[in-house]
Each structure stands twice: as structure tokens, then as C-alpha cells.
């Protein structure tokens, strides 16, 4: 005789995300006590097969599990209502099922139909997620993009195919908030490719080319690779010397004999459609510059935003570790590649597009300002000045808004 608590067997999701079967009638979502342990202990590769990235199962990603469990939660209540149905509800209901096959939900060719897991996409595969979601092709999936992307995300994580929109604007506007804290490295309120590669399970030898793991140090290194890559000194990187890259990133991952030459190909065209904003056929400066990022662009420190205040702030040793930053042999000048990774950086503070004729005109104007010696580099006195400049131009650009 039933007790009116009979446990509904589990099925592949719950195990999937790690969650308890629930009391029939209940509908109280928790996540089993060893899950969390084993969560609090993954290594890389044992996140993946929660779908998540590899060091970033943190208590925001927990979190996360619980919101999509909660719509788990929902659908089987509603499933529960309409056990019992009349004939014309039974019509009614087979038309919503017909109705809801030919929706289409994107996201649910990517998942195991089984375990519904997502499965590991191809560098193809990836690009596909992307073009679809990122509709008006900035480079950001934002907005309606956005939300369309969870909502899809999330109900095609559920055994039964329901619609999008069984995702309430209330539960989405949750969803959302917590999956921004989670995924949203930058904090700017959308997803970049980036974060959306970190995101989505890939192909290990893929995923190696964003160098997660370690990102440069400086726009130093970042010049220094720009000038050993651009070999015909054209100013951009040319399918041909993007794939010398990838390949060299491969060996220095130890990795290149795991890809073939088709695979090679393939990666360095995905890399092209991902970060050719411009749809050249070839990588500008800035273009470059999102593929290879680095750990930190000093000048956007808040210091250097607070105008004269901010200037009167600005201390000797503010001063040292810029310095230290970009004079990178210790000679006391900033020259060369450190100087074009200087002003690589002072430059995206002021333009978002860049190639690099833009960053030769810009050495030009600035070395005019500063450089009263004309010894083509930069000192501590010469750095100095610019960078209280920087803080009265952003203080100039607050007046006026």
C-alpha cells in the first residue's frame, strides 16, 4: 500500500548533477552529501562530467546545480498533475507534445541523450554554440542572446523535452544572476568567448589554445610573440602564421603529436571565425589581443581612474611597479617590445580596435610628448608624466559627461 512518500526512482540527471531522488508530493531539492565532497575535491578532469570547467566547481557553480535542479523539480510536479487526464486533455496534451518537437532547442543536439551530459564539442562544434547565440556577432553573448542561451541550456538538461520557455521569467532572472557570478569572470554583464569556453566541455587539445592555465604576464610578452609570429612583418597574423602558433602552443603543451595536420587546420580556422572581428581573414593587433590575454592591465587601476585626486594618490612606488612592469631587463629604460607592450596597454584604454599602424602612429605622438631627449624610450621621469596625464584625462572625461 502506497505511504503517499514513495521515492521516484532517480533518473540519469539526478546522478548527473548529483542530486537525491525526491519524496513524491515534496519536491525538496538537495544535493547529496557526497556529491558535495567529491565536488569540493574534483580535480580537472572529474569536474567534466558535471559539465563544468575545470577548476571552477566553487560554491557559486553549486549553487548553479540547485537552480537547474529546481526546474527538474518543477517539471516533474507538473508531470505528476496531468497524470490523470481526460480524452480531450489527452489530445491536448499530445498536441503540446508535437508542438514542443518541432521547437527547437540548440542546445540538446550537444548532450548525451541518455545521461544528458554534455558532450565533449569540437572545435566546429564549438563555433556552431557560438554563431548561434552571439545573433548580432559582436563578440558578446548579452541580452535577449543571453537569455535565450539559458534558457535553452537549462531545459535541455531535463529527460523530458520541454520547451524554453517552461523557464519562468522569474526563475530566469534567479538562473541568471547566479550563473553571472559563476561564469562572468570580468563582471561586465555578458558572456565572452572566453568565459564561454570555460563553460562548455571541449576538446582537451582545443581548450589548450586559450591558455587558461597561463596567461601572459604583460603586454611585453605579448609583443615579443606578436613580432617572433608576424614573420613578413605585415602587421597582422595571416592564417598561415596562426596556424605556426597553434602549433608551436601544441609542442609547448607537449600535445602536437596527439593533432593532425587536418586538426591543426581546422583549429586555426575555428580560431579565425572566433577573434577575426572583422572578417578579414587575418588577426589585427586587438583582434590577437583576445586570444592571447594577459593577467592584468595595470593602467586600469582604479588609481589611474580617479582624475587629480586620483593623481594626487599616484605614489613613488605606483610609479616603481609600472616601471618595473614593462622594463623588463632591468636596463632603466623602456624600449622595444616594452614599449610597444606599454603603450599596447594605453592604448586599449582609449580605443577598443586596433591594428598595429595604430600603435605605430600612437608611439609617434606619444614619444613627440615625452620623450624630450628622442632617445626613442621611455624613463622613470618620462613615465611619470604620462601617467599623470592618463589621471587628468580621465578626470577631464568625467567633467564633461
Known sequence: MSTGREKIKATPIEHTFGFVAIDAGVATPCLREDVVAKAQSLSNGDSRRFGLPPKKLSSHKLRLLRRIWCLKTSVITELQKTTIMTSAQADQQANKKLNLEKATNFMRQYRDPHSRELKKLSAN??????????????????????????????????????????????????????????????????????ELAQLLP??????????????????????????EYDTDGSGYIEADELKNFLRDLLKEAKKINDVSEDKLIEYTDTMLQVFDSNKDGRLQLSEMAKLLPVKENFLCRQVFKEGIEGATKLTKDDIERVFSLYDRDNNGTIENEELRGFLKDLLELVKKDYDAQDLLDFEETILRGVDYNQDGKINKKELTMILLAIAKHNQEEDSSA
Open 125 to 194: 562544434q564549438f563555433m556552431e554554440v557560438w554563431s548561434h547565440y552571439d545573433k548580432d556577432g559582436n563578440g558578446y553573448i548579452e541580452g535577449t542572446e543571453l537569455d535565450g542561451f539559458l534558457r535553452e541550456f537549462v531545459s535541455s538538461a531535463n529527460m523530458t523535452d520541454i520547451a524554453p520557455e517552461a523557464v519562468s521569467d522569474e526563475m530566469l532572472v534567479e538562473l541568471k544572476a547566479c550563473f553571472m557570478e559563476a561564469y562572468d569572470d570580468n563582471q561586465d554583464g555578458k558572456i565572452d568567448i572566453r
Open 202 to 227: 571541449m576538446e582537451e587539445n582545443f581548450l589548450l589554445l586559450f591558455r587558461f592555465d597561463n596567461p601572459l604576464e604583460s603586454s611585453v610578452e605579448f609583443m615579443k610573440i606578436w613580432r
